[in-house]
T-cell receptor, first 116, second 115 residues
């Protein structure tokens, strides 16, 4: 069965510092991977996605993620964090096989706090 | 609007009452998904619709939960005889087609509180 692990429950970074949020997935074939962000009281907004091709994908708000098959990882990065980036971040994989039809399987999320 | 719309945004009800949550997907999206977000369980997939049909209802937590979609558009999630453990945020998402490589667009959710 597919699964997603986000090892860090809560991360605090200073404004202007770089950021890396970790995500590991479990799936034998090429996964469909997503990063979503959720601000308090809001739904989830898609930051970026990976299906195939270039393993470094660019997203909105200056985020990027790198797919590393050898490490089963899809870490999210940003060179310089802004206070408005404080939110909860979810890594997800699109469910494949076993009769599934595209539902997302989410990690538990990483809450990002930004210090002034 | 152009996005997924959910109503109500907040619902407080007494244990044992029935509640109905509504989702209006993006126009033209054939796939519609319901998820539940709770503190202990994170984001759980509940059910999806391809058009008006829901091929797999096994993700629904109990037989008190049901969902329907009419006209290939609006969907309602109904919880009968609510229990305190039903307290959560219920999120709806839609995509063009039910395919795992399709990005899903989420509504802002309904925050359900059972007293």
């Amino acid at each position: 069965a597919q699964s997603v692990t986000q090892p860090d429950i809560h991360i605090t970074v200073s404004e202007g510092a770089s950021l890396e949020l970790r995500c590991n997935y479990s799936y034998g074939a090429t996964p469909y991977l997503f990063w979503y962000v959720q601000s308090p009281g809001q739904g989830l907004q898609l930051l970026l996605k990976y299906f195939s091709g270039d393993t470094l994908v660019q997203g909105i708000k200056g985020f990027e993620a790198e797919f590393k098959r050898s490490q089963s990882s899809f870490n999210l990065r940003k060179p310089s964090v802004h206070w408005s980036d404080a939110a909860e971040y979810f890594c997800a994989v699109g469910a494949q096989g076993g009769g599934s039809q595209g539902n997302l399987i989410f990690g538990k999320g990483t809450k990002l706090s930004v210090k002034p | 609007g152009a996005g997924v719309s959910q109503s109500p945004s907040n619902k407080v009800t007494e244990k044992g009452k029935d509640v109905e949550l509504r989702c209006d997907p993006i126009s033209g999206h054939t796939a519609l998904y319901w998820y539940r977000q709770s503190l202990g369980q994170g984001l759980e997939f509940l059910i999806y619709f391809q058009g008006n049909s829901a091929p797999d209802k096994s993700g629904l937590p109990s037989d008190r939960f049901s969902a329907e979609r009419t006209g290939g558009s609006v969907s309602t999630l109904t919880i009968q005889r609510t229990q305190q453990e039903d307290s959560a945020v219920y999120l709806c998402a839609s995509s063009l087609v039910p395919n795992p490589n399709q990005p899903q667009h989420f509504g802002d959710g309904t925050r359900l509180s059972i007293l």
